[in-house]
């Protein structure tokens, strides 16, 4: 790909994908729904979903079991219940789900400035990498790393840090983008800035309180040398 110098301080964008770039609750609700009714079991509702999605999917179906099934819940039922899941979801990427509005515009503004990009996501690297390709989404990243890439998931700074190695960029150059507590805080301990936005999947949580760099209604909001004036004036410069 070629691209200019950066302009400014900027070097690269680390962007979350569910709840940031594509609202997947859809795709959530079907692959589950499908997972539970095989195995017999009564489902859940989509505000359980938005507030339990983002931290991988064993957390996602190791949470829904709890919540159907209680203490019923043994690893022989883990194991066809994870089985179960993935068939579903491989079947439903993507056909649930939608792009947010300026998404793809913001990082195309991103890109036309010439910072390197990657995708970040808790999801397995697999369904990440066919959803962005079936929302043309693809061509904007470098690289997609998902939650089965590296030893520790977001909100652990080491798939940031080691993000920001790959693509050669130093992390206080480089901002997080996401909709969670998990980007927040992966960000904030890689010395990356926050950038959030307010329409994701933040837990049930109010994303105001997370204390991030720059708060957004939508990606192609997202002003760089602004962000830029914030951040060295906080002094998280390296």
């Given at each position: 790909m070629t691209r200019t110098a950066t302009p400014g301080r900027w070097q690269a964008a680390i962007i979350d994908l569910d709840g940031t770039l594509v609202d997947t609750l859809g795709d959530f609700?079907?692959?589950?729904?499908?997972?539970?009714?095989?195995?017999?079991?009564?489902?859940v509702t989509r505000e359980f979903i938005a507030r339990t999605v983002g931290q991988g999917s064993e957390h996602l179906i190791r949470s829904?079991?709890?919540?159907?099934?209680?203490?019923?819940?043994?690893?022989?039922?883990?194991?066809?219940?994870?089985?179960?899941?993935?068939r579903h979801y491989r079947r439903v990427n993507g056909?649930?789900?939608?792009?947010?509005?300026?998404?793809?515009?913001g990082l195309q503004r991103l890109r036309a400035r010439g910072l390197h990009m990657a995708c970040l996501t808790n999801k397995p690297t697999a369904f990440a990498q066919a959803l962005l390709q079936a929302k043309g989404l693809e061509v904007f990243f470098e690289r997609v790393h998902g939650g089965d890439t590296f030893e520790r998931k977001k909100p652990d700074p080491l798939?940031?840090?080691?993000?920001?190695?790959?693509?050669?960029?130093?992390?206080?150059?480089?901002?997080?983008?996401?909709?969670?507590?998990n980007d927040a805080?992966?960000?904030?301990?890689?010395?990356?800035?926050?950038?959030?936005?307010?329409?994701?999947?933040?837990?049930?949580?109010?994303?105001?309180?997370?204390?991030?760099?720059?708060l957004?209604?939508?990606?192609?909001?997202?002003?760089?040398?602004?962000?830029?004036?914030?951040?060295?004036?906080?002094?998280r410069t390296p």
């Open positions: 609700d079907a692959a589950l729904g499908a997972m539970l009714a095989e195995l017999g079991l009564p489902g829904t079991l709890a919540q159907v099934a209680g203490a019923a819940v043994d690893e022989d039922l883990h194991d066809r219940a994870w089985q179960a899941y993935q056909h649930h789900s939608s792009v947010y509005p300026g998404a793809a515009e798939p940031v840090l080691r993000t920001c190695a790959e693509l050669a960029v130093e992390p206080g150059r480089t901002l997080v983008v996401g909709d969670s507590i805080r992966a960000a904030r301990a890689a010395g990356c800035a926050v950038v959030l936005v307010d329409y994701g999947y933040n837990h049930g949580l109010p994303v105001e309180s997370l204390g991030a760099d720059a957004l209604p939508r990606l192609d909001h997202l002003d760089l040398d602004a962000l830029a004036v914030r951040w060295r004036g906080a002094r």
